[in-house]
Each structure stands twice: as structure tokens, then as C-alpha cells.
């Protein structure tokens, strides 16, 4: 795998930049909310590598807030990071802390989101777009080709929901007998707010047989609210992102499918991709990931070994 080949031969972080051997490579870790599996997954892997490597990482939860996470960056500027892998809070003030990191010299590694007008010297994600593509095949074919679609999106003007929806709308294109009836927006891709969401979609139109969840945790709002609703037909439901209760969600039959990312790799990928930026290398401006289609079929694997 390139990638794997790519970390393999990562130079020693105690001598990157201008760090002495006694003063490790300080990284500052930006994470949009860790109440979501999906970004702590991604918390996990960086730290976990950058223990093995001796660099050291300073972490910061902004918990959903824009402002919240504007201020922390300042402050770890302030801390003389020396690389910022950030994951914006959200889209309104995602280029301030870009370019806050770029005006005192600092490299930045966008992860996941990435800001526009501001974006990071390299951004790492999951290829949304390819990945709702299949994930809309999928749900084509396992609804029979037919249905009464509903979809709960992610924040608007963020990467993943712009990519995944562009990725599903192209499958539905392909899919005629599946008409979408509604659609709204969370706030923080919470599964409260798929709940509530869904709800208000089935109270208006109880004929719904198909949700789209942007994320795992919104589509098990959305079959939540179909199990409270007590509907009398079947109702398809699809997450996004293999977190670990979407994964069990999956099993037991709860979700129909999800797509599974490479948040281990991620998180690795990113803190490799910082300390090459410190060293001067040269990186992608993107580096896309696979998301593997999960059903009950495979899912027991990404369970017992989350990619």
C-alpha cells in the first residue's frame, strides 16, 4: 500500500525542524467535537502514534463551537506548535484558524473538513463522493429499486455533506423509482437531532421507507424514531462512517448498511503528513481514502479491526 510505504519511512521526529534532540516535535490537534466516535477515533490514532514516535501532540475539543475552537488555536500557537492538524468545528469560521496557524509559519493537515477560502497545506479525508455513490447503489438495489427516500444531513457548507451529497444524488439518478420526499439539517450530527429530524419527517409523511443519515449517529436517530413511530412497513435505514455503534447497528439489523472509514489510518496518516510539513517535504495537496460498503454480510471484520 503506498501509503503504508509512505509512513514506513518517516524521518525521526526528534530532528525535524528546529527541535533539538532533548525537545520533541510539538503538534497541536484541533478536534471538532469528541462526543462524535468518529473524530475521537481519529484523536486515538494520532496519539497513539505520536507516543511511539516521541513527538508531542497538545489536544483541543472546541465540543461543536466555531468561536470556541478560533480561541484554542490561538492558544496553541501562543504554545509554539510546530505543525496544527485541525478538523473544523464547522463551516462559518473554519478559515480563521488557517490562517491564524499560516500567519505565525505554522503548516497546517485539514482533516475530514476543509476550509474553502483557507484550505490546509494538505487535506486528508475519506473520497465522499465515491463513497455515497456506492453507498446509493446499495440502498437502491437492497430497497428493490423503489422507495420513499428521507435524508438527514450533516451541517451544512461542510466537506462531507457537500461530497456526500453530490456522491448520493448521483446514485439516485440512476435509481428513478426512488423519490426523495424531504430532507433537512442537523446542527452537530448528533443522534438526538436524528430523532427529533425523523420524526417530524414521519409525522408528515408516515409513507417514508427509506433514510439516509448522513452519520452513523443520525441514522440511529432516524431508527429510533421509526421504532417509536411503530410504522407498519419496512423502513430502510443508511448511516456513513463506521463508527463502533453503527458497526453494532449493523449487525443486529438496526442500520441496513454504512460506510466504513479509515479513521486509524487517518489519524496516522495526518500526524505523518505534519511532521513531513515540519521537515520541509513536500506533501499532497489532497490525500483521499477508501470507505468500504459494511453490511451484515462483512461487518464482523470492522468490528474486531476498525481500518
Not at 462524535?36 to 508531542?56: C, H, L
Not at 465522499?128 to 446499495?138: E, F, I, M, N, P
Not at 450533516?154 to 420526499?181: H, L, S, W, Y
Request: charged letters at 20%; hydrophobic letters at 45%.
Amino acid at each position: 500500500m503506498l501509503f503504508a510505504a509512505t509512513l514506513a519511512m518517516a524521518a525521526s521526529p526528534l530532528a525535524l525542524g528546529t527541535a533539538s534532540a532533548a525537545e520533541p516535535v510539538k503538534i497541536g490537534l484541533a478536534v471538532a467535537n469528541l462526543q462524535a466516535d468518529f473524530f475521537n477515533q481519529i484523536k486515538q490514532s494520532v496519539e497513539k502514534n505520536a507516543k511511539d514516535m516521541g513527538v508531542t501532540v497538545i489536544t483541543v475539543d472546541a465540543k461543536g463551537d466555531g468561536a470556541t475552537q478560533v480561541s484554542q488555536i490561538q492558544d496553541l500557537v501562543n504554545q509554539k506548535i510546530q505543525a496544527l492538524i485541525y478538523i473544523p468545528a464547522g463551516a462559518a469560521a473554519a478559515a480563521i484558524p488557517v490562517k491564524t496557524a499560516k500567519a505565525a509559519g505554522i503548516p497546517v493537515v485539514a482533516v475530514d473538513r476543509n476550509p474553502t477560502d483557507a484550505p490546509g497545506d494538505t487535506f486528508i479525508a475519506t473520497n465522499s463522493v465515491v463513497a455515497a455513490k456506492a453507498l446509493g447503489d446499495y440502498a437502491c438495489k437492497d430497497s428493490g429499486g423503489k422507495g420513499v427516500l428521507a435524508i438527514i444531513q450533516g451541517q451544512i457548507g461542510t466537506t462531507p455533506e457537500q461530497d456526500r451529497d453530490k456522491g448520493f444524488k448521483e446514485a439516485m439518478t440512476n435509481c428513478p423509482g426512488i423519490k426523495e420526499v424531504t430532507r433537512e439539517a442537523s446542527k452537530m450530527w448528533m443522534k438526538d437531532e436524528g430523532f427529533n429530524i425523523a420524526q417530524n419527517m414521519l409525522q408528515r409523511d408516515p409513507t417514508i421507507n427509506i433514510f439516509f443519515g448522513r452519520a452513523d449517529a443520525l441514522a440511529l436517530g432516524a431508527a429510533q424514531a421509526v421504532k417509536a413511530a411503530g410504522v407498519d412497513h419496512k423502513v430502510y435505514v443508511f448511516g456513513f462512517d463506521g463508527d463502533l455503534a453503527g458497526l453494532k447497528a449493523v449487525k443486529d439489523g438496526t442500520l441496513d448498511a454504512t460506510m466504513t472509514q479509515r479513521t486509524q489510518f487517518m489519524g496516522k496518516l495526518a500526524l505523518q503528513s505534519a511532521l513531513d510539513l515540519v521537515a520541509g517535504k513536500k506533501v499532497p495537496a489532497e490525500q483521499l481514502q477508501d470507505a468500504a460498503l459494511t453490511t451484515k454480510d462483512n461487518v464482523d471484520g470492522y468490528i474486531a479491526n476498525h481500518p
